[in-house]
């Protein structure tokens, strides 16, 4: 834009119109500017202001001409179309785009030179320190996880905060930045934080050392009575109605409200928070908690919903807040549980009771783990036949809510993968392994502090070998769907995987499902310096999300020739109708049990309370209002009987397809 000076005529109707400089020359105007809306004002230091042209419609139908009402600006520059008014102290050191409309608030600043929020140091996991991440703008939840947990390998660590810290240095600056068409209103105490494009800030009550990086697609709020210091806030989040919150990045799409406060924390795409507390918490991708009761401290979580009252205790009087727990990818907590740290609680598991003997039920997943009387019990594989877990993996990728069409965490929603399946015949060896340690006829069986019994372990090893089934059929009828084979020969080679990689231990880096070997590749181009800016981690990680299901495909080949012992190079067209069989009888099996779950949803005993005045007929009818269908209509037992149907047509078609093979 290019400016001029103040003629003399301009400045006598500032003055005429309560307004003083320090030094008049130092204000500078666009060419087309009038001093006609600028009222009460006061300018110290370097001004740019550009013109004051349009109104801006309120709430309530109110129109507001742009302009500078009673305020006091120094070295600041304002954009077009702009209107600040009523300023209780005075906005300082910062460049405010065009379009933006700032009312009643107390003070904006940038005080010397700052980072906003950029190189914070939050201490999640421990307290104590020792895990510390460096948040920054563009901060995904795989590297967060790297900084967190792969302390074992300072070289990566001390590359990693060089990157972050060069990236720091970039974006530190003596000036702040309000971005274009931003609303503040109505707000307190604001120092040194950036304010990106369409944000909107009404009624905080202080921000301190943050940048909110929202943009036009993916604007961000910040609501009633916030107080935020040392943060990062991403497009698309909210964070309302009292949140209180120091040293945290909070990513994109999350949402924090109803009187949340966390501390030295880390969320990432879609968390929710609210009413309760967080203290060193991982937020992996979609970890939510609603309840005003619930504490999560010092734990990772991931795809995590925590019932109200839930707690975790990482204190044991000893040396200090020091320990620390991990609820892999799924794992939810029942109502007033708690679990004492150092714990790890397997993918997809479900928490009920009071569990104090430090359980690591990592290669156990899907299972329920309770407390009775003291005594901890697991129930290996329990979570396969919930209709809970279908309709938690169903609803995440539906509420996924980034707009923002540059995504910052690679979130990977598949409920069976590698990952877990590996878990799963890890699963398999130990309770077989119990078996032959304390025969088959025991009633329980002792693992890690707790109590696994005879009938739970043997549907445990039934249920678990149906969903490797499943998987594993899956994966190859995929494959031959791609293949596109004129023979049967062609098929074989077809089945031959495309490369190593993907055939050894997976990892769930935060939500991105990746071969383990490709992690540590990664991790040494990055102490090698081969990989030495935010944006080429960020690059590799892309390249191992978009490949996914190539990886997938070379782990599943080697699975089913070690669980199988089945080569697909070699197979026979009888072997592969086999396992097509034994596919198709496993889903149909295991979307029995989730039929059988979801009936007992209506049940007469879950009818309880409906129809009040009324007998069975009238309970049955009040409940089907209220629930809006009948058991057979109900839109997931629906759901569950086209699966069947489809699947089975999967498998005619896979079938008939191999048959007229040459």
């Known amino acids: 834009m290019n400016y001029r000076n103040l003629t003399a005529d301009e400045i006598r109707q500032l003055q005429a ?5 320090s030094d008049w020359t130092k204000v500078l105007v666009a060419e087309r500017f009038t001093p006609d809306y600028i009222i009460s004002t006061r300018f110290y230091g370097d001004i740019r202001l550009g013109v004051f042209e349009s109104e801006f419609e309120l709430a309530g139908g109110i129109r507001k001409h742009a302009g500078l009402y009673h305020t006091t600006l120094s070295n600041v520059e304002i954009g077009d179309n702009c209107c600040i008014e009523n300023v209780k102290n005075y906005i300082a ?12 608030v107390d003070i904006i600043l940038t005080d010397g030179v700052s980072s906003f929020g950029n190189g914070v140091e939050v201490a999640v996991l421990n307290e104590t320190g020792g895990r510390e991440v460096m948040i920054y703008d563009r901060l995904s939840a795989h590297e967060a996880y790297m900084m967190a947990l792969y302390r074992h390998k300072p070289e990566l660590i001390a590359r990693m905060r060089e990157i972050i810290g060069a990236y720091t240095a970039q974006v530190s600056s003596a000036v702040g930045v309000i971005g274009d068409h931003v609303t503040i209103a109505d707000s307190g105490y604001i120092k040194n934080v950036k304010v990106s494009e369409y944000t909107k800030i009404e009624g905080a009550s202080r921000l301190k050392n943050g940048s909110i990086n929202g943009n036009k697609t993916a604007p961000v709020h910040i609501g009633v009575n916030v107080i935020g210091d040392d943060f990062i806030i991403c497009s698309g989040s909210r964070v309302e109605d009292g949140v209180t919150f120091s040293r945290c990045f909070i990513g994109q799409s999350c949402r924090l409200g109803h009187g949340y406060s966390a501390s ?7 968390c929710q928070g609210e009413n309760g507390e967080a203290c060193a918490i991982f937020a992996g991708p979609y970890t939510v908690t609603h309840h005003k009761s619930t504490l999560l401290i010092s734990g990772m979580f991931s795809f995590m919903n925590a019932g109200s009252g839930s707690n975790q205790s990482n204190h044991m009087y000893k040396l200090g807040p020091i320990h620390q727990g991990i609820m892999e990818r799924g794992a939810k907590t029942a109502s007033d549980s708690y679990i004492l740290w150092p714990a790890k609680i397997g993918a997809f598991s479900l928490v009920m009771g009071r569990h104090v003997a430090h359980q690591d039920t990592s290669n156990l997943p899907f299972s329920y783990i309770i407390e009775q009387k003291g005594t901890t019990y697991i129930v290996p594989a329990a979570n396969l036949k919930s209709v809970g877990t279908i309709r938690d993996s169903k609803k995440w990728p539906k509420r996924d809510g980034r707009q923002d069409p540059e995504k910052l965490d690679l979130v990977n929603f598949n409920l069976l993968s590698p ?11 130990i309770l077989k392994g119990l078996q032959d340690a304390s025969g088959k006829l025991s009633e329980e069986y002792a693992f890690q502090s707790g109590i696994i019994k005879r009938s739970a372990l043997e549907n445990g090893l039934r249920y678990y070998n149906l969903v490797l089934d499943k998987f594993l059929g899956n994966s190859i009828i995929s494959r031959i769907q791609k293949s596109g084979a004129g023979s049967f020969a062609e098929l074989q080679a077809a089945f031959a995987p495309d490369s ?5 231990n997976w990892v769930d880096v935060a939500g991105l499902l990746a071969p383990q070997d490709s992690i540590k590749a990664l991790i ?14 960020a690059a590799r990680l892309a390249d191992l999300h978009a490949n996914y299901y190539d990886y997938e495909w070379n782990w599943a080949y080697g699975a089913i020739r070690d669980h199988y012992g089945i080569d697909l190079c ?25 039929y059988d779950d979801a009936r007992k949803e209506f049940s007469l005993s879950f009818m309880t309370g409906f129809g009040v005045d009324g007998g069975q007929t009238t309970m049955r009818r009040d409940f089907e209002q209220v629930r809006g ?30 048959d007229n093979l040459e």
Not at 17 to 21: E, R
Not at 93 to 104: A, L, S, V
């Open 17 to 21: 119109q309560a307004c003083l400089a």
């Open 419 to 429: 990952y877990t399946m590996q878990k799963v015949l890890h699963g398999i060896d």
């Open 524 to 537: 040494r181009d990055i102490i090698a310096g081969t990989v030495d800016s935010t944006a080429g981690i």
């Open 264 to 270: 030295d924390s880390l969320f990432f795409a879609n």
């Open 93 to 104: 050191n910062y460049r405010i785009g065009h379009d933006t409309f700032i009312e009643n």
């Open 570 to 594: 070699d197979v026979s067209p009888e072997t592969l109708h086999g396992l097509l069989r034994r596919w198709r009888d496993s889903v149909i099996a295991m979307d029995e049990m989730l």
């Open 629 to 658: 269908s009948s058991f057979e209509n109900d839109p997931f037992v629906m759901s569950i009987k086209d699966h069947i149907t489809a699947k089975t047509a999967l498998y005619a078609t896979v079938t008939s397809l191999l």
């Open 500 to 504: 190593e990689t993907g055939t050894g």
